[in-house]
Every structure is written in C-alpha cells, then in structure tokens.
C-alpha cells in the first residue's frame, strides 16, 4: 500500500508533476480559473467539453475559441471533446492539433460520461456507455489522428448506464484496447446525474482490469476523502470538480496532506477575505479578458456562490454580489465582506 500519495503521473509521452487534477466543468474550467489551480497544485487541468462536431463547423474557431483557448504556460492541458461520430472526432483533433496555438495543448480527452438529456438524447457523453462498440470506434479514430501530432487520448467515463448496467470493467478495458492512454472514472451511473455517493470500489476494479493510469472521481472533496480513494481504489491519480469549484486552495491542502505519511487531522486553513479576495479578483479579471464585462460579472456572479459559501456574512454578500452589474460594483461588495468579517474577528 503506498504511503505517499502525491507522485509524478505519466500519460503517453506526457510526464506530470503530480497526479492530481481538475476535472472538466462546463462553466468553470476556463482560462479564467484552470491556471489559479494550476499554481495551487493541480497537475493537470481539462478544459469545459467542447463539441467535436462544432469545432467541424466552426473553420475559424469562432464559436468554440473560448472553450478550446488556453495559455501555454497553464501546460499540461487537455481539450476535452464529445460526440457520437467517429470521423467527427478525428477531423476535430486534426483540426485543433494543427493550429499553432491549440496544438499545443498536452493531451485530448474524450467525454464518455456527461449525462445531460440533451447529449446523452444524440449518443453522445455517456450514451456511448451504451454503445461500446461505437465508443471504441471513437477512441481508435481519436488515437490514429492524435498519433500523428504525438498527443495521447484519454477517455472519461462512469460507472455505467444505471444500476442495471454497470460495465466501467469491460468498458474500461475497451477503451485500453482502443489505444486511451489514460481513463478517469467518475463512480456515478448516468442515472445518477451527481447526485447520491460514489461507488468507489467499482473505481477500483476498473484500476485493476488495466494497466494505463486511472484517475478516481467524485466526491473527492478533502484531504481524507482524497487519501481515502487512493487507499480503497488504488488509482494512480485524483480529479476533483465541484469541491474545486470557488475553493482552489483544495490542491494546495491536498498537495500537503498527500505528502505526509499520517497527517493527524483533516483540518483545513480558515480562509479568510484577504486570502480570498485577490483569487477572485484575479478569477474576475481573467474572465473579463476572456468574455468582456457585461457576461464576464453574469458568470461571475455564479462563481461568487461558490467562494463565499460558509463564509461569515457569506449569505448577505452572495445576495448583494447577485445584483452587482460591474467590476467596481463587485469590488465595492467584496470590500464591505472584509470590513464585516474584521469587525466579525475583533468581536468573537
Ligand atoms: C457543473 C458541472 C459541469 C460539468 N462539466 C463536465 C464536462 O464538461 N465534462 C466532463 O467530462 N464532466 C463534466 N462534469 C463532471 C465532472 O467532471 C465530475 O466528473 C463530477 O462532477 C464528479 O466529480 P466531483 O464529485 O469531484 O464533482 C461536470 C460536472 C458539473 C457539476
């Protein structure tokens, strides 16, 4: 059993640093908050899913720029697609590999677990659980055209359809047979949604049926859940989404608890508004950057939920941010959270 859980990962011909990783958001894996995990900790970041027919459709990469665009100091990076065709696949990552800047991203990941009705309604996401000999088409298109630009591919899959059709096993060992150089599992049937607990131990078998690298996923939301999973599951490596979601520092904590061969407790530092005001400063900007103003304070806004949940005078500030419509407007909120949680300190 290993004591220490934080080592290098390597993936194809992609080393990195460490084996932990944020996973592909819709909405919040964007250039704007993928590099601030990076700095905490993450060892790779996954961009949002991006249509691979779209990126077919779209020669200039007008409509999906802000999806697929990264910075190249934020490597390693994977773009994630999803689809159900297997000529849309390889023309998308002809089409990203070959761009100048896109191309140099580290890896392409491919989406075989979004339950959303609408994806899953086309045979795409997690639908193709259900179709593995489509899926393992995908993956083997994917691998011939990512191949020829040296880039491995990845697949994220579930734990199954439903509780009557749970294959991540032979589902996994496809996707290995089919060339993947890397799985995450996230241990939810589609059915699920994100909803109920990870079954954790399917994770494991999937660990063990193959021999590439597997990430665990869901519900890895602190030091002790994350030291827990590598212990049950024996997976190589850690993806977080939603406990990241406002709360970056989650890999810094994990970067340390993973290190360490008994930490004594769970505890987390108690961030406070001067920890996390110049974050979320730098998350608003890089949105702006990314979006322009007017949409960049809407996403914003969704963002704010997230960080200042459980935060003294957490509740007020959310509802007040909600209604902020510019840069200052949120800065004038956030510099009130401060005054309030200092005059909150000198009285407790
Ligand atoms: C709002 C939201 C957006 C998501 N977007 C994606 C996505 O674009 N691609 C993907 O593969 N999974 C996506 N997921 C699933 C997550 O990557 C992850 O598998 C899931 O949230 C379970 O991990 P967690 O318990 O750590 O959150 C999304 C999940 C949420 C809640």
């Given amino acids: 059993m290993p004591t220490l859980f934080l080592h290098p990962l390597q993936i194809g011909n992609v080393r990195l640093d ?10 919040t894996s964007n250039l704007a908050f993928r590099p601030i995990c990076r700095r905490f900790g993450a060892g790779l970041t996954v961009s949002e899913l ?19 665009v990264f910075d190249p100091t934020e490597r390693p990076i994977a773009i994630q697609l999803f689809g159900s065709e297997p000529k849309d696949f390889a023309n998308a990552i002809r089409r990203i590999l070959e ?19 609408k994806i899953v309604k086309a045979g795409e996401g997690a639908a193709l659980m259900r179709t593995p000999d489509r899926a393992a088409r995908i993956i083997e298109a994917s691998v011939k055209a ?8 990845t697949v994220k899959l579930r734990k199954g359809w439903d509780d009557s059709h749970v294959n991540a096993v032979s589902f996994a060992r496809l996707a290995e047979s089919a060339g993947a150089a890397a799985l995450t599992v996230h241990g939810r049937t589609r059915s699920q949604f994100y909803g109920g607990r990870a079954d954790w131990s399917v994770i494991g078998e999937v660990k063990a049926a193959v021999s590439v690298p597997v990430y665990g996923n869901g519900d890895i939301d602190s030091p002790s859940a994350a030291r827990q999973m590598i212990r049950e599951a024996g ?16 890999f810094s904590w994990l970067t340390n608890a993973l290190t360490v061969e008994e930490p004594k407790s769970d505890i987390v530092p108690e961030l406070t508004p001067d920890d996390k005001i110049p974050v979320i400063l730098e998350h608003l900007d890089a949105l702006i ?8 304070i809407r996403e914003m ?48």
């Fill in 301 to 348: 806004r969704k963002q704010l939920i997230f960080y200042l949940s459980g935060t003294p005078h957490g509740a007020e500030i959310k509802r007040r941010a909600m209604t902020a419509n510019s840069r200052s407007e949120i800065l004038a909120v956030l510099e009130d959270w401060r005054i309030k949680c200092k005059k909150h300190c000198e009285h407790s």
């Fill in 18 to 27: 460490n084996n932990l990783a944020l996973a592909p958001l819709a909405g």
């Fill in 235 to 250: 997976v190589d490596g850690l993806m977080l989404g939603r406990a990241a979601r406002g709360n970056p520092w989650i």
């Fill in 99 to 117: 761009h100048p800047l896109l191309g140099q991203c580290s890896m392409i990941d491919l989406n075989m677990g979004c339950p959303v009705n």
């Fill in 50 to 68: 991006v249509s691979a027919r779209g990126v077919c459709y779209d020669p200039e990469f007008r409509r999906n720029w802000r999806y697929l």
């Fill in 146 to 153: 990512a191949d020829g630009f040296n880039k491995p591919v």
């Fill in 289 to 296: 950057d990314l979006r322009g103003e007017l949409t960049a």
